[in-house]
């Protein structure tokens, strides 16, 4: 995971009065940039022929485990599914958590205008969640015997708010005394 979050304040007429100054000074960009791995996944097996009362089994894996074999989307296909088996009367061979989703960035950004009167200020504020619009990719489905196995089917999980979720935009006003 990085994440960076960076503030540049516009350096246009500071010191200036005149009306074109009052247009374009005292302006702030701000935002966060993030890049994630995508998210951990266990494929579980078939434990009946173990006769396993408890615990879980995970599933064979029959070569080379490539991510990407698809391009991260809905329906695709984000791991060969025919590399994959049930493992039998044996345990399987895969770890927890041994593979991995889409890898996923996004950048939230804002521009703010601060007016001064006196000793108090007016903020005018246009803020913007996943302001590239960038889908977030789920991890594929992983129930070996579901038509869809190692498809991506949705979007990654998030609340509201969340920077998972399409591009927000929210205008807002601030006055500070």
Same mark, same amino acid.
Not at 120 to 141: D, F, G, K, T
């Given at each position: 995971?990085?994440?960076?979050?960076?503030?540049?304040?516009?350096?246009?007429?500071?010191?200036?009065?005149?009306?074109?100054?009052?247009?374009?000074?005292?302006?702030?960009?701000?935002?966060?940039?993030?890049?994630?791995?995508?998210?951990?996944?266990?494929?579980?097996?078939?434990?009946?022929?173990?006769?396993?009362?408890?615990?879980?089994?995970?599933?064979?894996?029959?070569?080379?485990?490539?991510?990407?074999?698809?391009? +991260?989307? $809905?329906?695709?296909?984000?791991? *060969? !599914?025919?590399?994959?088996?049930?493992?039998?009367? @044996?345990? &399987?061979?895969? %770890?927890?958590?041994?593979?991995?989703?889409?890898?996923?960035?996004?950048?939230?950004?804002?521009?703010?205008?601060?007016?001064?009167?006196?000793?108090?200020?007016?903020?005018?504020?246009?803020?913007?969640?996943?302001?590239?619009?960038?889908?977030?990719? +789920?991890? $594929?489905?992983?129930?070996?015997? *579901? !038509?869809?196995?190692?498809?991506?089917?949705?979007? @990654?999980? &998030?609340?509201? %708010?969340?920077?998972?979720?399409?591009?927000?935009?929210?205008?807002?006003?601030?006055?500070?005394?």
């Amino acid at each position: 995971m990085l994440q960076v979050g960076f503030v540049y304040e516009l350096p246009f007429a500071r010191d200036s009065s005149s009306w074109a100054a009052m247009l374009v000074k005292n302006w702030q960009i701000n935002g966060i940039a993030s890049w994630l791995s995508g998210r951990p996944f266990t494929i579980g097996g078939d434990n009946g022929l173990l006769q396993q009362q408890g615990g879980s089994q995970t599933i064979n894996l029959n070569g080379t485990a490539q991510a990407g074999f698809g391009e +991260a989307g $809905p329906d695709e296909a984000w791991y *060969d !599914p025919s590399i994959f088996s049930q493992p039998g009367n @044996a345990w &399987g061979n895969t %770890g927890r958590n041994q593979f991995r989703g889409p890898l996923t960035w996004n950048l939230d950004a804002s521009l703010f205008r601060t007016i001064p009167f006196g000793h108090y200020r007016l903020e005018l504020r246009v803020e913007s969640q996943n302001i590239m619009n960038h889908p977030q990719w +789920a991890n $594929p489905v992983t129930g070996f015997t *579901d !038509p869809n196995f190692m498809r991506i089917r949705s979007y @990654a999980g &998030g609340g509201q %708010g969340s920077w998972r979720e399409p591009r927000r935009v929210q205008l807002g006003v601030r006055f500070v005394f």
